[in-house]
């Protein structure tokens, strides 16, 4: 069953804390993508990937940091320099310029 | 750096009614892709266009990409109760896919 894995689905980040939302794929796609989401919003671009070893800042990337060390897998970590880190973090992937394959999200909040 | 915009941003209407959302951009655009996201679900990629004027169809749904490349519309015909969501277009220009806010989609039984 093909498709592209995120967890937690909810997380809840302590002030000054580091986290790490997962995001996995197993469609065999080059490049992976991730998102924020505010409520009622349209969906911003914080980092993407093309290739394994290579990522480029989005939009918004201050604040989150990345890695792409296997062609499946690409880690987000929200840093505790990221002041407003309450949104829906989508996870996506896509064969060169095609369409996104998004995830079913997490939703993190502040505690 | 390029910006997409859609309107209107919410739309109520009666289940049977039609339902419209245009995509506008200051500047051409390279393709449109349009993504459809269920309350608390994820988007979900309906369709891409490509070409100047283009128009495809979807069983009810209606997407067009404007002659000069700078809108693109996507238009439910009689909707249903199950079209409820927020529709998106994108711009996708190389390795940045660049999206509008979105409209809300509410169908009233």
């Not at chain 2, 009614?17 to 993504?35: G, K, P």
């Not at chain 2, 996507?74 to 509008?100: E, K, P, R, S």
């Amino acid at each position: 069953d093909g498709g592209i894995t995120q967890s937690p689905k909810y997380l809840f980040r302590k002030e000054g804390q580091n986290v790490t939302l997962s995001c996995e794929q197993n469609l065999n796609h080059d490049a992976m993508y991730w998102y924020r989401q505010d409520p009622g919003q349209g969906l911003r671009l914080i980092y993407y990937s093309q290739i394994v070893n290579d990522f480029q800042k989005g939009d918004i990337a201050e604040g989150y940091s990345v890695s792409r060390e296997k062609k499946e897998s690409f880690p987000l970590t929200v840093t505790s320099a990221q002041k407003n880190p309450t949104a829906f973090y989508l996870c996506a992937s896509s064969p060169r310029q095609g369409p996104r394959d998004f995830g079913a999200g997490t939703r993190l909040s502040v505690l | 750096g390029q910006q997409v915009m859609q309107i209107p941003q919410y739309q109520h209407v009666q289940e049977g009614e039609d339902f419209t959302t245009y995509c506008n951009s200051s500047t051409t655009l390279s393709n449109i892709q349009w993504y459809k996201q269920r309350p608390g679900g994820h988007p979900v990629f309906l369709i891409q266009l490509v070409k100047s004027g283009e128009v495809k169809k979807q069983k009810r749904l209606t997407f067009q990409f404007g002659e000069a490349k700078k809108n693109s519309s996507l238009h439910i015909t009689a909707t249903q109760t199950t079209d409820v969501g927020t529709y998106f277009c994108a711009d996708n220009a190389g390795n940045m896919l660049t999206f509008g806010g979105g409209t809300r989609l509410m169908v009233k039984p």
